[in-house]
């Protein structure tokens, strides 16, 4: 048996049999309808307003979202599973946060994994550049120099840069103070308050090889949605909208216009038949169609910038915290090709989640925790800023994502004469990821048990290195 990991740490909600009908949902919220005014607005803007807005939206209403632990686990004195989930459970009572990264858990391990792999494939004839996108508290940056520090070659210690992208200026602090109770990190290590998918922010393309590191950064990125009739009508994008004379949400549905939307359909392939299916298959299909009509709904990982999007007043638009980019792995990944050429990316998240309510392929989990308790919302457009929304990554998808915005991968109907270099890429469990490049015995209780290796089935890493290989 195996514990299948979420987010939050209570128990999640048993879950009914999916419906797929269009929602008319209550809603009492005034920021939800505020937010979504008298025009809709895409699905993508709702989830970013629902999680960034600056005064209802999620994580700004909970600053001590994520956890930091004050010393490491030792899992080697712990009996086994029992003993470790009650003391699991004893930090998360005294800390009173929402949830702790695995990198904080398993700290120091967990970073010295990625350091070990980065060591292994790095070219060390130029000065080993890091970034690291959304650094959290600096707990992989300090377990990633730490272990640079004891185990490679004094030059490529003393010649590093670490560079973390954080647009938190709170969160940059803490990593300021993180890495630096080690002195000698200190002048290696530096915080960029800002927007990762912002290109401004990049400045010049950097031409050296250099490694980024992503970890859960992709499951609270902005999704679309778009929804068809039935298994043959075309993709239609899905719209929120306030329902004429009353304070709720609904869904409106447009033919696809958007151009992030019409990008991520055609790289995912959605409306292409394959070639080499019969001429019959089709027509089977139609007809089957209008027999037993089956609605479906996908979720596609899209951005857009906010202040042109959103139907929001000035004043919010020009709030700190809310200006800035709201970016998915398509404009994430599209600006870092674009600046960082030679990169090669480490990034990690979840596969999948249980006990997801919200229908859809790739579908969301809408969480929400009161009195010490989560609960699970059947419907994204119940989230008023009281609750989580975190996305499964579909792994097959990021490498299609990847090598589409290094120029690899072309799109039908794209003539240009630009050339990409194809990627090596791999994507596995993070107990291989683990058992490859880390130190499992580390993580190991007395009789066998290993928190790291047996309970995070759900979750997977990617790692994408830049060839010689031009198309």
Known sequence: MFIVIRRLRLPPISV???QNQVWTPPLHALFSTHIVADKPILVRDFVHSALYHPLHGYFSQR??????????IKFNQLEGRKAYMRYLDNIYKQNDISWFTPVEIFKPWYAHAIAEAIMRTANFSVPLKIYEIGGGSGTCAKGILDYIMLNAPPKVYNSMTYTSVEISPSLAEVQRETVGEVRSHIPKFRVECRDAAD???WGDVERQPCWVIMLEVLDNLPHDLVYSENQVSPWMEVWVERQHGRETLGELYKPLQDPLITRCVEIMDMDEPKTTRSIAVP???GIWSKVYPKPRRCWLPTGC????SLNLPQVLCTNKFFAFTCFSWQKLLEVLHEVLPKMSLIASDFSYLPDVKVPGERAPLVSTKKDGSSSDYENYMDAKGDADIFFPTDFWL???IDHYCSGWLKLKGDHTSKKGKKRRTITLDTSAFMEEFGLPTKTRTKDGYNPLLDDFKNT?????VPTHNIK
Do not use: I
């Open 283 to 285: 027509t089977l299909k």
């Open 460 to 464: 997977k890493f990617y790692l994408s």
């Open 305 to 308: 910038l906010v202040r042109e």
């Open 63 to 72: 600053p001590r979202s994520v956890g930091v632990l004050h010393s490491s």
């Open 398 to 400: 990021l490498e299609r």
């Open 199 to 201: 290109r401004r922010g």
């Open 16 to 18: 009914g049999r999916f």
